[in-house]
């Protein structure tokens, strides 16, 4: 493509009218022409004035152009047609300038949807706060950490945690703090980092939160199974002749001799250490799930079947009815067997209608939640601190495992079992499944 030659003579015909006019006064005045003064002034000053106002209408047009990137409008072109103006050459280098800022934008907008595409892919929840708490920028790990559709003041998170709101004022250039409250997703706890910059000549934080409940799980995991390894081995190694033994020595014993009873206590210890010790293995040796395509139905269906619910109002509500999850279908059913069976528990003790129910529901992150709920009244805060302690029980013959391997179980799904609801009215344990 040929450029268009933008000419030059309109202009400069009046740069070299001056000229011209100027040497022929100054002629005129030293030769004493008078006529020639007479002819070459009006002339000079004709061109002098045209000048002016082409000088006028060039800082018209320059601030134009400033006003209207101030104003973010790129939308505006100068005619230049030499045909069309006298001022074809200026406007054409007007319009070069504004077609250099408007790339120059348009290379910003683009370095800005870059950074809002990195922030979107991260897996920790960024936002950008100034100095009186309104929040210019969050992205979705955010929004979904606070269970906001959008976040636009840290006064919004209030109802959910004044220690979070307080957190995020407070908090400064290279602090990391730790938040820990409950909402109605369960226990949360966040990790707070933050750091300074300067936008604008606007002081801002820009403050990173990530979810360590996972890793807190996990490091609670694994010392657990450290823990249960050397007890189990070094109780069975202990147990196993101790029982061996004294069974022998209680077979070849005479009835209702003073060595038989005494030997009938070591049995009976022994046997409920190895009891506990079995315990232990049920704890640290969960098998690898065999994961399989399965309706969310069919394994609460199988633990429904295998609990007593007699006396009990249970309902059950499956949304979507084709819900469908990938999981180990006898592992998923031992899970919800614990559950329905606590809460069986649960209600007995309690007064009035006894409530149980199942609801499934399928969140904003595609997750499938499975929430077993019942009206038994509120969990002690101790007892729910510790509820998924492996061993902790307060029921007298429990083994206090069941909520320890059902949660093991869902993390190795991948997912999580949180106490989402402690009220008077419902105590509700959620299943969570990518």
């Not at 000053?45 to 134009?64: C, E, P």
């Not at 990137?69 to 069309?84: G, I, T």
Request: net charge negative.
């Amino acid at each position: 493509m040929t450029k268009r030659k933008i000419p030059y003579d309109k202009i400069l015909f009046r740069i070299v009218t001056i000229a011209a006019g100027s040497a022929a006064i100054t002629v005129s005045f030293v030769l004493e022409i008078r006529s020639l003064l007479v002819l070459a002034l009006p002339v000079v000053i004709a061109a002098t004035v045209s000048l002016f106002r082409i000088y006028g209408d060039i800082m018209k047009r320059i601030n134009f152009i400033f006003n209207a990137v101030q104003n973010d409008d790129y939308a505006f072109r100068f005619a230049d047609n030499p045909n069309v103006t006298d001022h074809a050459l200026i406007n054409y280098s007007l319009n070069r300038i504004k077609e250099v800022l408007d790339n120059a934008k348009l290379q910003i907008r683009e370095k800005e949807k870059y950074f809002e595409l990195i922030t979107e892919c991260a897996d920790i929840g960024i936002i950008t706060v100034m100095r009186n708490g309104t929040v210019l920028q969050a992205n979705s790990k955010a929004a979904h950490l606070f269970g906001l559709m959008r976040l636009t003041h840290i006064e919004q998170l209030r109802p959910t945690s004044a220690a979070l709101v307080e957190t995020l004022s407070t908090i400064r250039r290279g602090e990391q703090r730790f938040v820990q409250y409950v909402d109605e997703t369960g226990d949360m706890s966040l990790s707070l980092s933050c750091a300074d910059m300067q936008l604008n000549e606007k002081e801002l934080r820009v403050i990173t939160i990530s979810d360590i409940n996972d890793e807190l799980n996990e490091k609670e995991i694994e010392s657990w199974n450290k823990l249960t390894r050397i007890l189990t081995h070094e109780i069975m190694n202990s147990l196993a002749p101790v029982t061996s033994i004294s069974n022998t020595l209680l077979t070849s014993s005479a009835d209702g001799s003073e060595l038989r009873n005494g030997l009938q206590t070591i049995h009976s210890t022994g046997e409920r250490l190895l009891s506990f010790v079995d315990s232990f293995r049920q704890v640290t040796r969960i098998p690898v799930p065999r994961k399989t395509p399965l309706c969310v139905a069919d394994p609460i269906g199988e633990a429904v079947a295998l609990t007593d619910l007699r006396e009990v109002e249970f309902t059950t509500e499956i949304t979507p009815p084709d819900t469908m999850i990938y999981a180990d279908r006898t592992l998923i059913t031992q899970v919800m067997v614990n559950l329905l069976k606590n809460a069986r528990e649960a209600v007995a003790v309690g007064e009035g209608p006894k409530r149980i129910a199942v609801r499934t529901s399928i969140d904003s992150d595609e997750r499938v939640n499975i929430e077993v709920s019942n009206n038994c009244g509120p969990i002690p805060p101790d007892v729910a601190e510790n509820i998924f302690t492996p061993f902790f029980t307060t029921k007298d013959g429990g083994s206090g495992i069941g909520l320890a391997v059902s949660r093991q179980i869902v993390r190795l799904h991948g997912g999580s079992l949180r106490l989402t609801s402690n009220r008077p009215d419902c105590v509700a344990f959620t299943v969570t499944l990518d």
